[in-house]
C-alpha cells in the first residue's frame, strides 16, 4: 500500500492561489469604484461559469487521446485531464469575482453586511469553491499496479475485484464478496472514465487484463500486447 501512496502525484496550487487572490482583489476594487454591482453583471458571471461547466464534459472525450502510463516501482497510470482542475479553478473565479464585486459595493455604500448577494450566485460560489479545493487535494490519477487498483484514495486490491465492466462513460469494478463487505451498501465502485486522458475502452482493457491474468501482475512494467490479452 505504501508502495502505492508513493506515485500519487498532485500539482502545485501555488500559481492558481496567486492568481485567484489577483483577479478577486481587482473585482472587490472594481465594484468599489461602482459603490454597487449591477445585479445584471452578476447574472452574466454566473451564465457564463454555467455554460462552461456544461461543455465540459462533451469536450472531455474528444481530449481523451493519452495512453496509460508506467510508474516508477511496476503499474500503470491513467492520468486525469489537466482540463478538469482548469475549469474547476476558472468556474470558482467566475463566481467568486461577481462576490467579490459584491461585496467591493457594499465596502463602498456602507450597506449592510448581513445581506446576502443573489442566490444564484452566493450557493454556486461556495459549490464551485469546494469543487476547486477537491480537484487540488484528489489524486492526479487511476493506478494500477501489481497490488490492486487505486480509485482516487480507495485502494481495491486484486483478490477483492470480481469483475470490471464498461457501461456507458463509467467504468464498472464489482467488488468481490469478503469479510465485513455489505453488499447491499457497496458491492461496486463507478468510476467516470471522462475524468482521464486515457479512453474509457483502454482504461477497461488494461484492468481486465490483469484481472483475468494474475501472473502478469509480477511483471507490469511494460504495457501487455492487446493482442495476447484477447487471445487469452
Known amino acids: 500500500m505504501a508502495a502505492v ?13 496567486a492568481a485567484s487572490v489577483a483577479l478577486l482583489g481587482g473585482f472587490f476594487l472594481l465594484g468599489y469604484a461602482w459603490r454597487a454591482p449591477d445585479r445584471f453583471v452578476l447574472w452574466v458571471l454566473a451564465g457564463l461559469a454555467a455554460l462552461a461547466r456544461l461543455l465540459v464534459r ?12 508506467p510508474v516508477p516501482g511496476g503499474g500503470f497510470e491513467a492520468p486525469r485531464q489537466a482540463s478538469l ?7 470558482f473565479v467566475a463566481f467568486g469575482s461577481a462576490l467579490a464585486a459584491y461585496y467591493g459595493g457594499v465596502v463602498r455604500t456602507g450597506g449592510p453586511y448581513a445581506e446576502l448577494p443573489p442566490e444564484t450566485v452566493f450557493w454556486p460560489a461556495a459549490f464551485a469553491f469546494g469543487w ?8 492526479s490519477g487511476l493506478l494500477a499496479t501489481s497490488a490492486g487498483v487505486t480509485v482516487g484514495r480507495r ?8 469483475a470490471a465492466l464498461l457501461d456507458g462513460d463509467n467504468l464498472v469494478l464489482e467488488l ?3 469479510p465485513g463487505l ?8 463507478l468510476v467516470d472514465t471522462t475524468q482521464y486522458a486515457v479512453p474509457a475502452a483502454e482504461l477497461h482493457w488494461l484492468i481486465q ?17 492487446r493482442a495476447y490479452s484477447l487471445a487469452g
Open 132 to 139: 476547486y479545493v477537491r480537484e487540488c487535494l484528489r489524486p
Open 209 to 225: 487484463h490483469y484481472l483475468l491474468f494474475p501472473g502478469d501482475r509480477e511483471r507490469m512494467h511494460t504495457l501487455p500486447t
Open 176 to 178: 468481490a464478496d469478503g
Open 5 to 17: 501512496i508513493e506515485h500519487v502525484r498532485r500539482t502545485s496550487a501555488l500559481p492558481e492561489a
Open 85 to 91: 482542475r482548469f475549469w474547476s479553478w476558472l468556474s
Open 58 to 69: 462533451r469536450r472531455r472525450k474528444r481530449l481523451q487521446t493519452g495512453s496509460w502510463r
Open 155 to 162: 485502494h481495491i486490491p486484486w483478490p477483492g475485484l470480481a
Open 182 to 189: 455489505r453488499r447491499a451498501v457497496q458491492s461496486r465502485v
